[in-house]
């Protein structure tokens, strides 16, 4: 089982800041299949990212993604005040299809 | 539009059984794989089981393997969760959830229902 470790726990941050959000995983992730999900309280996840850059369809270009192999990267370029959530990535390399334990991003 | 909606969640006791349904609408449901995944109360996301297009083939987490089933009635565009032997630690709102691919199962999850909470409590 791919197990992936997030940071940090919590991130406060000011809006127009920069959010850098960090998965790491323990064996690597074959083809990059990694994925990044935004979910707010009393709400269902939504995918942001996937293949570890591409965005999901609608997500705004201040989402980014890069890394490949054990080490991957959220990037927030300019957080708005809708973007602070929680914050899961999850691999779909192999099962079982592992979630981080999440990211909160918090004022 | 495309939409996932949960249902048969409920309060049960230890040891006991209970069964999720997932109706699925708006998109051509037999060729798509479809995934659980739960939550935990203050908890993050797990996954939990993704079963093929056709039936045929079924994953599960560690944490549920030999206790949980998933199966699909693609006549009925219906995804189902069997739970058995459901422990305290089952408890969690249950999400189904599609992937924006047809047929492959490795694939993230972009479409998701509104979850059914389980309770399992004596």
């Known amino acids: 089982e791919i197990v992936l470790t997030q940071s940090p726990g919590t991130l406060s941050l000011s809006p127009g800041e920069r959010a850098t959000l960090s998965c790491r995983a323990s064996?690597?992730?074959?083809?990059?299949?990694l994925a990044w999900y935004q979910q707010k309280p009393g709400q269902a996840p939504r995918l942001l990212l996937y293949g570890a850059s591409s965005r999901a369809a609608g997500i705004p270009e201040r989402f980014g993604g890069s890394g490949s192999g054990t080490d991957f990267t959220l990037t927030i370029s300019r957080l708005e005040p809708e973007d602070f959530a929680v914050y899961y990535c999850?691999?779909?390399?192999?099962?079982?299809?592992?979630f981080g334990p999440g990211t909160k991003v918090d004022i | 539009q495309v939409q996932l909606v949960e249902s048969g969640g409920g309060v049960v006791q230890p040891g006991r059984s209970l069964r999720l349904s997932c109706a699925a609408s708006g998109f051509t449901f037999n060729s798509f794989p479809m995934h659980w995944v739960r939550q935990a109360p203050g908890k993050g996301l797990e996954w939990v089981s993704v079963?093929?297009?056709?039936?045929?083939?079924?994953y599960y987490a560690d944490s549920v393997k030999g206790r949980f089933t998933s199966s699909r009635d693609n006549s009925k565009k219906t995804l189902f969760l069997q739970m058995d032997s459901l422990r305290a630690e089952d408890t969690a709102v249950y999400y189904c959830?599609?992937?924006?691919?047809?047929?492959?199962?490795?694939?993230?999850?972009?479409?998701w229902g509104q979850g059914t909470t389980v309770t399992v409590s004596s």
């Open positions: 064996q690597s992730v074959s083809r990059s299949y």
């Open positions: 999850q691999q779909y390399d192999s099962s079982p299809f592992t």
């Open positions: 959830a599609r992937p924006p691919s047809y047929y492959d199962i490795f694939y993230p999850m972009d479409v």
């Open positions: 079963v093929s297009y056709d039936g045929n083939n079924n």
